[in-house]
């Protein structure tokens, strides 16, 4: 899988929109960008994916620039249960390889 | 929503035993995924199926077995545990295609070998 850069940690307030970023300058035209969030003593969540376009989910906004080198989670109204870490990760549903292969991702602090 | 469960949240054994960590999924999804999470060492995956009675190894399968005797169950089995299979195991799957489908995984299972 292709590499994303995220920042390490971020911090916010709750109630704020929190926008996470995620830098993929090695994307290839058949990746599709994927988050996972993995909060304390839980296994890692899905949380929204997309190729080219913008999403919306329940959960959250995906954001994918023009030239699909960079994209941006947002969480529009953050709660204390958003607390967690972010991973995003390329994925090519041409490749075989099953497996998930997470980074360090960006551990989120949300504030009361 | 798709749900994955796991059958212990923690579990302590002792070095020798044989481990049964148990997962079953509610979706029908055709794969299912063992990992092992370490501090500093990320997702690592030890065996997957996609079928029943299929399993393929991962990047880890080594002192470990799985089976699939039913489409929703995917057992890992550790046939000798050891201290350094101490570590936080969980269970994921996902439906069959393109191999960018969502992975949904369980709460985790922590087992601790002494």
């Known amino acids: 899988d292709a590499k994303t850069t995220q920042p390490n940690s971020m911090e916010s307030n709750e109630e704020e929109p929190v926008h996470l970023p995620c830098n993929h300058s090695?994307?290839?035209?058949?990746?599709?960008i994927h988050w996972y969030r993995q909060l304390p003593s839980q296994g890692p969540e899905y949380v929204i994916h997309?190729?080219?376009s913008n999403v919306n989910n329940r959960m959250a906004s995906l954001a994918i620039a023009e030239d699909r080198k960079s994209s941006t989670l947002i969480l529009h109204r953050a709660t204390l249960r958003d607390a967690a870490v972010y991973y995003c990760?390329?994925?090519?549903?041409?490749?075989?390889?099953?497996?998930?292969?997470f980074g360090q991702g960006t551990r989120l602090t949300i504030n009361p | 929503d798709v749900k994955v469960t796991q059958s212990s949240r923690y579990l302590v054994k002792r070095t020798g035993e044989k481990v049964f960590l148990e997962c079953v999924q509610d979706?029908?999804?055709?794969?299912m995924f063992w990992y092992r999470q370490d501090p500093g060492l990320g997702l690592r995956l030890i065996y997957f199926s996609y079928d029943v009675k299929m399993k393929e190894k991962g990047d880890i399968p080594e002192g470990y077995s799985v089976s699939r005797e039913k489409k929703e169950r995917f057992s890992l089995i550790l046939e000798s545990a050891s201290t350094n299979q101490t570590s936080m195991y969980l269970c994921?799957?996902?439906?069959?295609?393109?191999?960018?489908?969502?992975?949904?995984f369980g709460d985790g299972t922590r087992l601790s070998i002494l």
């Open positions: 997309g190729l080219t």
């Open positions: 990760i390329l994925r090519n549903p041409r490749q075989g390889a099953q497996k998930l292969v």
């Open positions: 979706m029908d999804h055709e794969n």
């Open positions: 994921a799957s996902n439906s069959g295609g393109p191999s960018n489908q969502p992975q949904h």
């Open positions: 090695t994307i290839s035209g058949t990746d599709y």
